[in-house]
């Protein structure tokens, strides 16, 4: 019987070291190992993202200013065309007459002059010898003056005929992607008594963005581009194969009374020819340079609704949910903390999901 008892003893024993055993593996169970790192300190510059739309620096509504039918067009639609390229022509009958009737007024005129310049010479000899009175002499020189306002005359209507007659050969007054033509052959340009559009004409070879500073940092951001800021990062919503960068090119002189915000401008030169007019961007200005800004990998901030957030590791090893405020990203990969945290707070990398406010962790810090 006393064997029996030692034995359970014994056996009771056993369990009990292993459920001790098993409870201390759970322990440890509970304690996952995290990666955690420092933040890096760098020097950077901060910016604010404002949405704008792009507009050609150059763009130009192409007319026809006669009448007329119009005969022919000399581009494709969308084509890029060099300044001083016919684009259209209208019929110019009746230009050309025009011209032929200016020049034959402008020769009558001058052979008038002349006759009455010969007249007048001949009348003031004649008065010489008292063969004239002074009168006929006042009469002739008269006559002379009227001729030579005459040639004015015709000279300037003749130059209004050829002008109306160049009219009619309308050309590209900038180099640039020209529009759709907003009429089909055949049809009749009334373009004396208004002009009429043809065309447009865009030079897509610099574009400017237009966007609004309207922030807390509108002080900052106005004196930064009063200093001619240079080399402004940009994006696109639309896909393009390249990056692009812009410089200020202009910034309104007072607010905007209705909406309370700054007009501002940059340029930007399309070097490959993939951005047009019309294209929504987004313009990365920046305001103000950090020299010991804080930085962690974006891919550890996570949010809710309260805004972003780390989990941070205090110095008992235990999750701490610690909300954050944050700046623009950083070499593609880093993000500026502004508020938060601070060099030497151990932030979680991995693993997000896993963790939770309080959580004792093995910290395992990376670089």
Not at 111 to 118: E, F, G, L, V
Not at 193 to 218: C, Q, R
Not at 320 to 345: A, H, M, Q
Request: charged fraction near 20%; include cysteine; glycine fraction near 6%.
């Amino acid at each position: 019987m006393k064997k029996n008892i030692t034995l359970a003893a014994i056996a009771a024993g056993i369990l009990v070291t292993a459920c001790g055993g098993h409870k201390e593996e759970r322990a440890e169970q509970t304690e996952p190992t995290v990666d955690v790192a420092f933040p890096e300190i760098d020097s950077v510059t901060l910016s604010t993202t404002y949405p704008g739309e792009l507009t050609a620096v150059s763009q130009v509504d192409v007319v026809g200013r006669v009448n007329g039918q119009l005969l022919s067009q000399h581009y494709n639609d969308g084509d890029f065309v060099k300044k001083g390229d016919v684009l259209f022509r209208i019929e110019d009958g009746k230009y050309r007459d025009a011209v032929q009737q200016a020049n034959a007024a402008l020769t009558t005129a001058i052979s008038s002059r002349d006759y009455a310049q010969s007249h007048y010479e001949a009348v003031k000899k004649a008065l010489l010898s008292d063969a004239v009175s002074k009168m006929e002499v006042n009469q002739a020189e008269s006559n002379l003056h009227q001729a030579e306002a005459s040639i004015k005359n015709a000279q300037a209507a003749l130059e209004s005929a050829q002008t109306n007659l160049s009219y009619c050969t309308i050309v590209a007054p900038i180099s640039g992607i020209a529009s759709a033509g907003s009429m089909n052959i055949g049809n009749y340009v009334n373009g004396e008594g208004a002009p009429v559009k043809m065309t447009t004409i865009y030079d897509t070879s610099t574009l400017t963005a237009h966007f609004a500073v309207g922030s807390e940092n509108e002080a900052a951001i106005t004196n930064a581009a009063m200093s001619s800021l240079k080399h402004i990062p940009l994006s696109f919503a639309d896909s393009v194969g390249h990056k692009y960068y812009g410089d200020m090119s202009y910034v309104a002189p007072a607010l905007e009374t209705s909406t309370g915000t700054l007009d501002m401008r940059c340029h930007i030169k399309n070097t490959y020819n993939e951005l047009r007019p019309g294209m929504f961007v987004k313009v990365d200005l920046p305001y103000k340079k950090v020299s010991d800004a804080i930085l962690v990998k974006d891919a550890s901030i996570s949010t809710d609704q309260l805004g972003k957030y780390l989990y941070v590791v205090n110095d008992s090893d235990k999750i701490v949910y610690t909300p954050i405020k944050v700046g623009p990203l950083y070499r593609d990969s880093l993000r500026v903390v502004t508020s938060g945290i601070n060099p030497k707070s151990r932030y979680v990398t991995k693993a997000l999901l896993k963790v939770r406010n309080g959580m004792k962790v093995t910290p395992r810090l990376i670089k």
